[in-house]
């Protein structure tokens, strides 16, 4: 069964210092996508990055890149140059990408980044 | 503005009482979902719909319900809420729910049942 494991419940970073969120993943399945989310306290959910099991090359979208380590089964989330703004929770994801019988999105449980100046 | 809409976004009701939580989405997305977040456990899907008339449970569907009579719309129903239903509940939306597709979220919607 496929499982994502977020073992930082919280983590603390000074602002412009980059920071690594973990992730590790399980899962039997050859094809399949790693998602990120960021939720601010104000609660809505807002999607950050992709990478697919067969990209290339790890995934960037400006100040966030995934350190993608597909034998270790790791797709840690990376923020640079942090910014009071980026303090929220952040949530790894994983859905299969072809076949299987169902197409849900299966969330960690999720780090709680706090910013500070 | 494409948008998946939840209502209301704060709700605080007692044991029993029949509630609906709405959701609709203007991008003709096929594939909706309902999530509940908790404390430490992260977002669990409760139920999904591939397209109209095509629903199926996910993995926390004991005392919900739900129904897509229409494209846009996957209400959620609590027929008789316990508090143990007590979360924050997130609808979603993409276009087929495969591959690469992310997940368009409400805004939520905190639930309250004493």
């Known amino acids: 069964a496929q499982k994502i494991t977020q073992t930082q419940p919280g983590m603390f970073v000074q602002e412009k210092e980059a920071v690594t969120l973990d992730c590790t993943y399980d899962t039997s399945d050859q094809s399949y996508g790693l998602f990120w989310y960021k939720q601010p306290s104000s609660g809505e959910m807002i999607f950050l990055i992709y990478?697919?099991?067969?990209?290339?090359q790890n995934a960037t979208e400006g100040r966030y890149s995934l350190n993608f380590q597909k034998a270790r089964k790791s797709a840690n989330l990376v923020i640079s140059a942090s910014q009071l703004g980026d303090s929220a929770m952040y949530f790894c994801a994983m859905r299969e990408v072809y076949g299987g019988a169902t197409n849900k999105l299966i969330f960690g449980t999720g780090t709680l980044l706090a910013v500070q100046p | 503005e494409a948008q998946v809409t939840q209502n209301p976004r704060y709700l605080i009701t007692v044991t029993g009482k029949k509630l609906t939580v709405t959701c609709s989405q203007n991008m003709n997305h096929e594939y909706m979902s309902w999530y509940r977040q908790d404390p430490g456990l992260g977002l669990r899907q409760i139920y999904y719909?591939?397209?109209?008339?095509?629903?199926d449970k996910g993995d926390v569907p004991e005392g919900y319900k739900v129904s897509r009579k229409e494209k846009r719309n996957f209400p959620l129903i609590l027929e008789s809420p316990s508090p143990n239903q007590t979360s924050l509940y997130f609808c979603a939306s993409s276009l087929r729910g495969r591959g690469r597709e992310k997940l368009f979220f409400g805004s939520g919607t905190q639930l309250s049942v004493l």
């Open positions: 990478q697919g099991s067969y990209d290339e």
């Open positions: 719909s591939m397209n109209v008339e095509v629903t």
